[in-house]
Nanobody, 124 residues
């Protein structure tokens, strides 16, 4: 049974930075492509970033490219999302997810396991 636990969310001001973490347990972490998604109030869950098992392939949504960086530490079974230059429109619940497919994918339907989410709120 795979479990994902996110942490690192909070309330910040526009321009600030946050780093989200997501720890996976129950299976071999390096077997999974890992993704971050977010869901703002009244909106559908949307892709943010993803990274394959050995970090040689990453992909970002256009709205975060250049500001967010996804990385992983396979020894710690953890994926990170470094978020810089945060904007009020980045406010959402952020979810990490695990995909057993080797290549990076962006659809929520491709991901097999999900965390419970962590709230990120950015004030103007």
């Amino acid at each position: 049974q795979v479990q994902l636990v996110e942490s690192g969310g909070g309330l910040v001001q526009a321009g600030d930075s946050l780093r989200l973490s997501c720890a996976l347990s129950g299976r071999t972490f390096s077997r999974y492509t890992m993704g971050w998604f977010r869901q703002a109030p009244g909106k559908e869950r949307a892709f943010v970033a993803a990274i394959n098992w050995n970090e040689d392939n990453t992909y970002y949504a256009g709205s975060v490219k250049g500001r967010f960086t996804i990385s992983r530490d396979n020894a710690k079974n953890t994926v990170y999302l470094q978020m810089n230059s945060l904007k009020p429109e980045d406010t959402a619940v952020y979810y990490c997810a695990a995909d057993s497919f080797a290549l990076v994918r962006t659809s929520i339907h491709n991901y097999d396991y999900w965390g419970q989410g962590t709230q990120v709120s950015v004030s103007s």
